[in-house]
């Protein structure tokens, strides 16, 4: 009989020890899924300025600012002043190079390079966080019908704007 309360008791301990190591490890968790700094409870995303020669792109982007911030349940403003807190940012280059060609001068696939600069401020205006030259690429096709060529340089940009909205957002929460 000895030997099977030794053997219970031993599971206690294991038990006990495994709940302590849980308990004591709550704070961990994965990067961008924590709280927006500041005590900002909402945020308005100011229209990006564009400093490129495609027009739209600044559209394009904040969209997609818009987007993450109400995928991640953060309630976004209408204009500048209503939300707790602002993000304000640029697209400082859209450039495009030929990465495929069929022949010399006929291009099968392209691929976008966009850059943006962002900042995020709270209340009153303090300057929460801030980073420059966010730059990104994404590949796509060339045909020779010209306005589905444009969807689909337009369908790239998006998907940049996509990933960089969601590295700005991670990047804001890290460590909140």
């Given at each position: ?40 409870s ?24 818009i ?66 030259g966010?730059?990104?690429?994404e ?38």
């Amino acid at each position: 009989m000895m030997s099977l309360k030794v053997k219970h008791d031993g599971y206690r301990l294991i038990f006990l020890g495994i709940l302590a190591m849980l308990v004591s490890s709550c704070g961990y968790r994965f990067a961008g899924q924590g709280h927006l700094p500041g005590g900002v409870s909402d945020v308005t995303v100011a229209v990006f300025e564009n400093h490129t020669s495609e027009t739209g792109v600044e559209t394009i982007v904040t969209r997609c600012f818009i987007a993450e911030f109400v995928r991640r349940g953060v309630k976004t403003g209408g204009g500048s002043d209503e939300g707790h807190a602002v993000l304000r940012g640029s697209v400082t280059a859209l450039h495009i190079d030929t990465i495929s060609r069929s022949g010399q001068s006929t291009a099968l696939e392209r691929r976008v390079h966009l850059t943006v600069n962002a900042t995020f401020s709270g209340i009153n205006g303090v300057m929460l966080w801030s980073a420059k030259g966010l730059t990104d690429s994404e590949a796509y096709n060339v045909v020779s019908d010209k306005p589905a060529t444009e969807q689909n340089r337009t369908a790239a940009i998006k998907k940049i704007a996509e990933r960089i909205a969601e590295v700005v957002y991670n990047r804001i929460t890290d460590g909140f």
